[in-house]
């Protein structure tokens, strides 16, 4: 096995290499979106969903990097270490299948009705399904509370790897205690992240957005594999890697999922309780409800753009999820094997303990500490940063988009507004959204862990997709029942939220020994969705002939 950094080694000068690198891909990113703002037509529908022009392989690369974020890469190693080998299945096999599924049963049917009646956002087809306006003042502030989160994690997610990355590169100019002396401090990272995204929004709207996310998704696949290559060369190969997984320290319980870890440098329980496994599964029905992807969808120039994505996507999720969760997994053993000090002393430092934010440090640690090369090391992080990237600039634009349709033009006569004028709306709200996440990620940027921020955003969604279901293939989903459906989610959601202290890990019915082997809090939020939909719809009105007509043609 290749021997690692001495603390001695880990003490000289720190090369700024990667930095320049990642410079460099954000300066090649902005010039190619910048270069895709060359073919913006002017109109409010380019800005919105480029005027449904998007073909079947940039709409797999802008799909896919949507719902590859943070919470994908940074989360899913974390929780890996954290968890242990359980994670794979939490989220990624039952991603790929279910997403596919989504895009196959929502996805087309929503583009072919949006494309056929004018629809740009989610919410439009929400009010004209349920005839209802009010639904659309109801929804939209459920959706916008449910993206801030995935936004936060994001730009926390940039600050956890940026950090780690950048440490010991500026001592005198950013001083700090403790092991990030010298890193880039948090609100200048996020100030970059935020500043590039929102500049190529504003050059091209949506085009943009997918050009870039066309790139990113392509960067961080590539150097995915590249950093798994690396870092198992680095431990001596995949076999050796995987003999750490599970040292001596590590003692089995008779459930066979789970493993705790009893001595070494990050105690901890690692495993995952059956129920919860299984609830799990509600999870990446999101992707649904993601207002986001519902607007990636809306830019396809035809049906058959939606073959590769459903196709392609599971096997796009199995090559970015498997070698980040084996770097968790590996990091495991490397990170308890004892001498622990064969480890510089910064790693324990930085990487806190496994129950706190240094869990998502985990990947960043990883690749600073164990790929020796300067220049690859900042090709694998500007990687990392284009996944988190890939996602935000679609979740900034989805919220200006929103409130541009559903809040301002709602109700308006049609005309009273240019499309230079619309676009300015929304380019506006933009800012606004970008500057707030901006301030709440730097109030925040020590929240415990960003993959359990994540399900949150994502319960919530997941919990709503019993209304979008209803809607596109039940006829007797009545306006009682969707405002029934959706504020029984709502409540439900943020009920639990709060039992979590805001953003913690929690199950439903857990034992007293643990607190996770319980039910999932969006099994229940969507059951009573469900139900709510259902019991409601069978009492009050039923929907009129002509939106029976309009909708089931």
């Known amino acids: 096995m290749t021997p690692l950094l001495s603390a001695a080694e880990a003490a000289k000068s720190v090369s700024t290499i990667p930095l320049i690198v990642i410079c460099c891909y954000l300066g090649l990113l902005l010039g190619l979106a910048l270069f895709s703002g060359k073919f913006f037509r002017g109109t409010s529908k380019d800005f919105f969903v480029a005027s449904h022009s998007i073909g079947p392989f940039m709409l797999l690369m802008s799909v896919f990097g949507t719902t590859m974020t943070a919470f994908a890469l940074v989360g899913s190693t974390g929780k890996a270490f954290q968890k242990g080998v359980g994670t794979y299945g939490l989220m990624a096999s039952s991603s790929g299948l279910i997403h596919a599924a989504c895009f196959f049963l929502i996805g087309l049917k929503v583009w072919s009705i949006a494309k056929r009646h004018g629809y740009v956002t989610q919410i439009q087809f929400f009010r004209n399904r349920f005839e209802s306006s009010g639904l659309g003042y109801l929804l939209f502030p459920c959706l916008v509370l449910l993206v801030i989160p995935y936004l936060l994690i994001g730009v926390i997610g940039s600050y956890r ?48 957005a997918a050009w870039a996310n066309t790139f990113q998704t392509l960067v961080f696949m590539a150097m995915g594999v590249v950093a798994f290559y690396l870092i198992s060369k680095a431990l001596g190969g995949v076999a050796a890697a995987s003999e750490q997984i599970y040292p001596g320290h590590l003692v089995r319980t008779p459930d066979l999922l789970e493993v705790t870890a009893k001595t070494g440098a990050f105690e901890r329980e690692i495993g995952i309780p059956p129920i919860q496994f299984l609830t799990y599964m509600f999870i990446p029905l999101s992707v ?138 929304a380019r506006s709200f933009i800012v606004a959204i970008v500057l707030l996440t901006y301030i709440l990620s730097l109030v925040l940027k020590n929240v415990q862990n960003v993959f359990d921020l994540a399900i949150w955003s994502f319960s919530g969604f997941a919990a709503l997709t019993s209304l979008v279901f209803t809607a596109l293939y039940w006829k007797g989903a009545t306006k009682a029942g969707a405002y029934a459906c959706v504020t029984a989610v709502a409540v439900s959601w943020f009920y639990f939220f709060a039992k979590a202290g805001w953003g913690g890990e929690y199950t439903v019915f857990s034992s007293a020994e643990r607190s996770d082997d319980g039910i999932m809090p969006v099994a229940i939020c969507f059951a009573l969705g469900l139900v709510s939909m259902i019991v409601v719809s069978l009492f009050t009105k039923k929907p009129s002939e002509d939106t029976i007509r309009k909708f089931f043609p």
Request: aromatic fraction near 10%; charge should be neutral.
């Open 161 to 208: 790897v940026m950090g780690p990355a950048t440490a010991g590169m500026f001592p005198e100019l950013f001083p700090a205690v403790g092991p990030l002396n010298g890193a880039l401090p948090p609100w200048l990272i996020g100030l970059v992240i935020c500043g590039v995204v929102l500049t190529y929004i504003f050059a091209g709207g949506s085009r943009a």
């Open 288 to 425: 649904g409800m993601f207002p986001h992807l519902f607007q990636h969808w809306l830019t396809a120039k035809s049906a058959k753009s939606f073959r590769l994505t459903v196709i392609a996507h599971p096997i796009c999720i199995m090559i970015v999820w498997v070698p980040c969760v084996l770097i968790g997994l590996w990091a495991t053993g490397v990170f308890n094997s004892p001498p622990v000090g064969a480890w510089p002393g910064p790693v324990v430092s930085i990487m806190g303990s496994a129950d706190d934010a240094g869990v998502g440090k985990v990947l960043s640690v990883v690749v600073k500490f164990l790929i020796e090369n300067p220049l690859i090391a900042g090709m694998v992080t500007a990687g990392i940063l284009a996944a988190i990237m890939s996602s935000l600039d679609s979740q900034f634009l989805c919220l200006g988009t929103i409130f541009t349709n559903d809040i301002v033009l709602h109700n308006q006569p049609e005309g009273k507004y240019s499309d230079e004028k619309i676009v300015l709306i």
